[in-house]
């Protein structure tokens, strides 16, 4: 049977990307699109493309008054978790894209989930080489105790850090073991600088830099003595590398209940 896909955010970048993607995949269908600023207009037509019949709507309540399957949000991080919640009450899968959520947020999505018995697949980064970057880093961690993560994004990212080095951090932080390092509570001068821990227990440290001409990119360091393993990810400038990993999750978060955290979670 086809998936019914309604689209949050879809006149943003990925959001432009995604709705003709969908339109040519055989097993699923656009059923509806919200966008405060292009409501009651065609949601083909508003990306660049031909017509598909989808209205969009002004609001996710709007759009979830027509029968559905799944909520794919690539929206703002200050909406995400409401949207999401909407959709799992009104017992709808869901596929974040968006940043912006942690731990804490997620554990409250996972028991909405589980209650209504649908799922969520949410990423801070779908694409394939971003994926590979957190099964690598995962890996060195099982060999390596110390590592840090520098978060590059441009100056006017909303949320710090991204989604790609949260979702690495959490995980990191979850299988590492203790660090060598001086923790940076015993650090003087300006112990900020040290950056902030993400995560479980002592946490992974991570460097958040927003300057112009960066897009996405994110490095996990690994030190052992006298040697050092750089695993690094940059996203460029097209929205393009998020749309298989976002059309994979929507295919595989039908047969999941509560939360799946991490498109790494589906590949093989
Ligand atoms: N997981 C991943 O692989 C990726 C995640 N992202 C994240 O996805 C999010 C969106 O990214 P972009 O498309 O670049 O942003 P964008 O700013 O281009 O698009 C976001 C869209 O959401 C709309 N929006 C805002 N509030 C809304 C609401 N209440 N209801 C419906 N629509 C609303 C905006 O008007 C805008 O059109 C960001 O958090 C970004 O970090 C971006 C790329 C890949
Ligand atoms: O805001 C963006 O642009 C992106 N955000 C995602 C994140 O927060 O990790 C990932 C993507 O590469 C671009």
């Known amino acids: 049977m086809t998936i019914r896909v309604v689209m949050a955010g879809a006149t943003g970048w990925v959001g432009k990307a995604l709705i003709p993607a969908i339109a040519t ?16 207009r065609d949601a083909g037509a508003v990306v660049g493309g031909p017509d598909n019949g989808v209205t969009v709507s002004a609001s996710l309540v709007e759009a979830l008054a027509t029968a559905s399957d799944v909520l794919v949000d690539y929206t703002r991080p200050d ?29 409250e999505i996972d028991a909405a989930a589980r209650a209504n018995r649908v799922g969520v697949l949410a990423a801070g980064n779908f694409s394939i080489t971003a994926t590979l970057m957190k099964r690598f880093a995962l890996m060195a961690a099982k060999y390596v105790p110390d590592v840090e993560i520098i978060d590059y994004a441009s100056a006017g990212k909303p949320d710090a850090p991204s989604g790609t080095a949260r979702e690495l951090a959490e995980a990191l932080a979850e299988v590492r073991q203790a660090s060598t390092v001086r923790p940076a509570s015993e650090v ?14 002592e946490g992974v440290q991570v460097h958040a830099l927003r300057l112009p001409s960066y897009i996405l990119s994110c490095e996990a360091l690994f030190g052992l003595p006298d040697e050092r393993l750089t695993i690094r990810h940059d996203a460029g400038s097209s929205a393009a590398p998020y749309v298989a990993g976002t059309l994979l999750a929507i295919r595989r978060v039908q047969q999941i209940t509560g939360l799946v955290r991490g498109l790494d979670a589906l590949l093989d």
């Not at 995949?25 to 009651?40: N, P």
């Not at 003087?188 to 040290?194: D, F, K, Q």
């Open 25 to 40: 995949q055989a097993d699923m269908t656009l059923v509806g699109a919200v966008s405060r600023s292009a409501a009651g």
């Open 188 to 201: 003087s001068g300006v112990p900020a600088t040290r950056g902030a821990a993400v995560g479980a227990g």
């Open 79 to 107: 909406v995400v978790k409401d949207h999401a919640l909407l959709a799992i009450s009104r017992g709808r899968h869901v596929v974040i894209g968006t940043s912006g959520l942690g731990a804490t947020d997620y554990a």
